[in-house]
């Protein structure tokens, strides 16, 4: 099973950008829920995560510019991105924490100078 990503695009810096994912009920509501994301030439890294009942944890890269949240109606996880920088251009995918799926194609996020 892969989780797909959805929400991605093409942003000047500065924008902002939402990004979805929808993961299997049987997993979602008892599993931490995450994003990472992958630049070119670098290895994936951990963005931020959330438990199951919301409490979130933020990595430094993109600390204080994201929001992460989950709809565990919806089995769905979030990641609101603002103040985008070219640095956060990568491919951003949603796993559980730690790394339980397959990791899907992501979605592409560009962020132009």
């Known amino acids: 099973v892969q989780l797909q990503a959805s929400g991605g695009g093409l942003v000047q810096t500065g924008g902002s950008l939402r990004l979805s994912c929808v993961a299997p009920?049987?997993?979602?509501?008892?599993?931490?829920m995450a994003w990472y994301r992958q630049s070119s030439g670098k290895q994936r890294e951990l963005v931020a995560r959330?438990?199951?009942?919301?409490?979130?944890i933020y990595e430094e890269s993109m600390k204080g510019r994201i929001t992460i949240s989950r709809d565990n109606a919806k089995n769905a996880v979030y990641l609101q991105m603002n103040s985008l920088k070219p640095e956060d251009t990568a491919v951003y995918y949603c796993?559980?924490?730690?790394?339980?799926?397959?990791w899907g194609q992501g979605t592409q996020v560009t962020v132009s100078s």
């Open positions: 009920s049987n997993i979602f509501g008892i599993s931490n």
């Open positions: 959330i438990t199951p009942g919301g409490s979130d």
């Open positions: 796993n559980t924490f730690p790394q339980a799926f397959f």
